[in-house]
């Protein structure tokens, strides 16, 4: 059983919760977002973006390692900023665009 933190872009809802319940499944520990800001069109202010980056960097250091959600491939620039975080912190990095199918 690992501690996972899902890392990606909020448009991205319907993945991040496909990807919570596969890994729950699993039998991992899965730490995701709180809201979904670009999908359900919240809007945020500048230190409101600030604190989530804080945040979900306190997730990072929870977790053994992140699964990055990047359909077709796409990885923002925050979520870059999460993964160099990730690796600097010794943190396996895995991808939802290099899944297996089912897994």
């Given at each position: 059983?690992?501690?996972?933190?899902?890392?990606?872009?909020?448009?991205f809802k319907?993945?991040?919760?496909?990807?919570?319940?596969?890994?729950?499944?699993?039998?991992?520990?899965?730490?995701?977002?709180?809201?979904?800001?670009?999908?359900?069109?919240?809007?945020?202010?500048?230190?409101?973006?600030?604190?989530f980056?804080?945040?979900?960097?306190?997730k990072?250091d929870?977790?053994d390692?992140?699964?990055v959600?990047?359909?077709?491939?796409?990885?923002?620039?925050?979520?870059?900023?999460?993964?160099?975080?990730?690796?600097?912190?010794?943190?396996?990095?895995r991808?939802?665009?290099?899944?297996?199918p089912?897994?």
């Amino acid at each position: 059983m690992k501690v996972i933190t899902l890392c990606g872009s909020t448009r991205f809802k319907r993945q991040f919760r496909e990807m919570e319940a596969a890994l729950t499944l699993q039998g991992h520990v899965v730490i995701s977002l709180g809201f979904f800001e670009q999908s359900d069109n919240i809007p945020v202010t500048p230190e409101q973006a600030l604190l989530f980056e804080r945040i979900h960097r306190r997730k990072i250091d929870l977790a053994d390692e992140i699964f990055v959600i990047d359909p077709d491939g796409y990885i923002g620039e925050s979520t870059r900023s999460e993964i160099a975080f990730a690796m600097a912190k010794g943190k396996a990095v895995r991808y939802y665009s290099e899944r297996e199918p089912n897994r």
